[in-house]
């Protein structure tokens, strides 16, 4: 999981994140909590005082051979044990004595579960800041066009118009509520792993809870208030989070996919030199920061799934599900920010075509608008007998290629009760947004990104 491991990984992923999963700073992580451990031990006075500074000196991992300690591994099951074995080593070549009381009344998993908190606490905040990054994006989209009037679209067939402004506040709105679940999932996640063998810290005698309290306050997590080695729901609760989150990029970026179509224009990635091009067609531009969060949501559906399956665990520690979450928690993580960071870029230098938008509503001759007169009519014909007659109107429209208000001004059963002015005022698209300014301005004002005089 280190940075340029694969060629894409700095198109697909994060740099910053994948860093903070790196086995370097995997193993720092883990080297941390030893040393917070024998500091702790020594103040509840389980070892002695001056055992602290030689381990706390052994504990770096520029000190040790990543790749060495995943081969021993293999055999050991887990990589905190040739750690140890490690850093016992090293201790013992400073202080012999202080070496006896590395890794007291500790377990793997102690280690390595605190090492991931660690880890997550990093890494997740990249993730926070991208999905911070696009919903300002959005939210500024959506003040800028807020009048931008364009098809609404419903099975990707024109509906009734919104207006670009809408649609934005709609992706700020998720964005929003997704970047709170992110990190409300992620405080949850921020507690001290810390049981010993199976959970009741009986090595420790009648100390376990004076050190339990110490190790999370010198590592800054809060201590649970029982052991949970197989008990994995906060990790669950914060994979659901991002995959949550990289679905809602991914949902932004399908949009702006299909609004970048040839056949539509309405917004595209502002063209970059270099950037979205072929290796083939000289005119193309491809929208690339949605292809990434496209990929980041295709993939992390099934990194939540094993999360969610991992957490089905025996007993006191699990067989399986525990090694499972290794890759996969980081991975998910990695790709919640490749994608959050995609669709912040995307939404940061977004190119919006309020004029295609308009061409594109008057080349439906104005049928996008026919729930309008078929509420017009409904108050007089009913509302069944009005959607048949502005129903058929459309299709004559359509087959005849003749824009609806002349099919419908044509129409003596519509005349009576409209005139061809009132026609022409209900097929108006900038006539018929409802809610749509209040909708805006009611994610804006919540968001804080009105300006002084409104959307």
Same mark, same amino acid.
């Given at each position: 999981m280190t940075p340029g491991d694969r060629v894409h990984d700095r198109l697909l992923g994060e740099a910053d994140t994948s860093a903070r999963f790196s086995g370097h700073t995997q193993l720092q992580m883990m080297l941390d909590v030893e040393a917070a451990l024998a500091d702790a031990e020594a103040t509840a006075g389980v070892i002695p005082?001056?055992?602290?500074?030689?381990?706390?000196?052994?504990a770096k991992a520029e000190l040790y051979d990543c790749a060495v300690?995943?081969?021993? =591994?293999?055999? #050991?099951?887990?990589?905190?044990?040739?750690?140890? &074995?490690?850093? %016992? *080593?090293r201790v013992a070549a400073i202080d012999a004595d202080a070496a006896r009381y590395v890794h007291w009344g500790a377990t793997s998993q102690d280690i390595l579960d605190t090492g991931v908190v660690l880890q997550l606490r990093a890494a997740v905040p990249t993730t926070l800041g991208h999905l911070e990054r696009a919903g300002r994006a959005a939210a500024a989209l959506a003040r800028r066009y807020a009048d931008a009037t364009m098809a609404g679209r419903t099975w990707l067939q024109q509906a009734t118009p919104i207006t670009?402004?809408?649609?934005? =506040?709609?992706? #700020?709105?998720?964005?929003?509520?997704?970047?709170? &679940?992110?990190? %409300? *999932?992620?405080?949850?996640?921020?507690?001290?792993?810390f049981g010993g063998a199976s959970g009741t810290l009986a090595a420790l005698g009648s100390h376990g809870l004076a050190v339990t309290d110490g190790l999370a306050a010198r590592l800054g997590l809060r201590a649970p208030d029982i052991p949970w080695h197989a008990h994995r729901d906060r990790f669950a609760q914060l994979a659901c989070a991002l995959g949550v989150a990289?679905?809602?990029?991914?949902?932004?970026?399908?949009d702006l996919s299909l609004l970048a179509q040839t056949e539509i224009g309405e917004a595209s990635e502002r063209p970059v030199e270099g950037r979205g091009g072929s290796s083939t067609m000289p005119q193309k531009r491809n929208p690339v920061s949605a292809s990434v969060a496209l990929a980041a949501a295709i993939r992390a559906p099934?990194?939540?799934?094993?999360?969610l399956g991992a957490m089905v665990q025996e007993h006191e520690r699990g067989l399986g599900g525990w090694q499972a979450e290794w890759d996969t928690l980081p991975d998910l993580v990695l790709v919640s920010a490749g994608g959050a960071r995609a669709v912040a870029d995307a939404l940061d230098s977004l190119s919006v075509d309020a004029e295609r938008m308009r061409a594109n509503i008057d080349a439906s001759g104005g049928t996008l608008l026919a729930e309008s007169i078929s509420m017009a009519l409904a108050?007089?014909?009913?509302?069944?007998?009005?959607?048949?007659?502005?129903?058929?109107?459309?299709?004559?429209?359509?087959?005849?290629?003749r824009p609806l208000a002349d099919v419908l001004g044509d129409d003596p059963v519509v005349t009576r009760h409209l005139d061809r002015a009132e026609i022409a005022r209900r097929l108006s698209p900038d006539h018929y947004l409802g809610a749509t300014h209040a909708f805006i301005?009611?994610?804006l004002a919540r968001l804080g990104e009105t300006d002084r005089d409104g959307v």
């Amino acid at each position: 999981m280190t940075p340029g491991d694969r060629v894409h990984d700095r198109l697909l992923g994060e740099a910053d994140t994948s860093a903070r999963f790196s086995g370097h700073t995997q193993l720092q992580m883990m080297l941390d909590v030893e040393a917070a451990l024998a500091d702790a031990e020594a103040t509840a006075g389980v070892i002695p005082a001056t055992c602290v500074v030689p381990i706390q000196s052994a504990a770096k991992a520029e000190l040790y051979d990543c790749a060495v300690i995943g081969a021993e =591994a293999v055999d #050991a099951g887990n990589v905190v044990i040739p750690l140890v &074995r490690h850093l %016992t *080593a090293r201790v013992a070549a400073i202080d012999a004595d202080a070496a006896r009381y590395v890794h007291w009344g500790a377990t793997s998993q102690d280690i390595l579960d605190t090492g991931v908190v660690l880890q997550l606490r990093a890494a997740v905040p990249t993730t926070l800041g991208h999905l911070e990054r696009a919903g300002r994006a959005a939210a500024a989209l959506a003040r800028r066009y807020a009048d931008a009037t364009m098809a609404g679209r419903t099975w990707l067939q024109q509906a009734t118009p919104i207006t670009f402004g809408l649609k934005a =506040a709609g992706w #700020a709105d998720a964005l929003d509520r997704t970047r709170q &679940r992110v990190g %409300t *999932a992620l405080d949850d996640a921020l507690v001290l792993q810390f049981g010993g063998a199976s959970g009741t810290l009986a090595a420790l005698g009648s100390h376990g809870l004076a050190v339990t309290d110490g190790l999370a306050a010198r590592l800054g997590l809060r201590a649970p208030d029982i052991p949970w080695h197989a008990h994995r729901d906060r990790f669950a609760q914060l994979a659901c989070a991002l995959g949550v989150a990289t679905g809602t990029a991914g949902k932004i970026a399908r949009d702006l996919s299909l609004l970048a179509q040839t056949e539509i224009g309405e917004a595209s990635e502002r063209p970059v030199e270099g950037r979205g091009g072929s290796s083939t067609m000289p005119q193309k531009r491809n929208p690339v920061s949605a292809s990434v969060a496209l990929a980041a949501a295709i993939r992390a559906p099934g990194l939540v799934a094993t999360m969610l399956g991992a957490m089905v665990q025996e007993h006191e520690r699990g067989l399986g599900g525990w090694q499972a979450e290794w890759d996969t928690l980081p991975d998910l993580v990695l790709v919640s920010a490749g994608g959050a960071r995609a669709v912040a870029d995307a939404l940061d230098s977004l190119s919006v075509d309020a004029e295609r938008m308009r061409a594109n509503i008057d080349a439906s001759g104005g049928t996008l608008l026919a729930e309008s007169i078929s509420m017009a009519l409904a108050e007089s014909l009913g509302k069944r007998e009005a959607h048949t007659c502005v129903e058929a109107a459309c299709r004559r429209a359509v087959d005849e290629r003749r824009p609806l208000a002349d099919v419908l001004g044509d129409d003596p059963v519509v005349t009576r009760h409209l005139d061809r002015a009132e026609i022409a005022r209900r097929l108006s698209p900038d006539h018929y947004l409802g809610a749509t300014h209040a909708f805006i301005e009611r994610v804006l004002a919540r968001l804080g990104e009105t300006d002084r005089d409104g959307v």
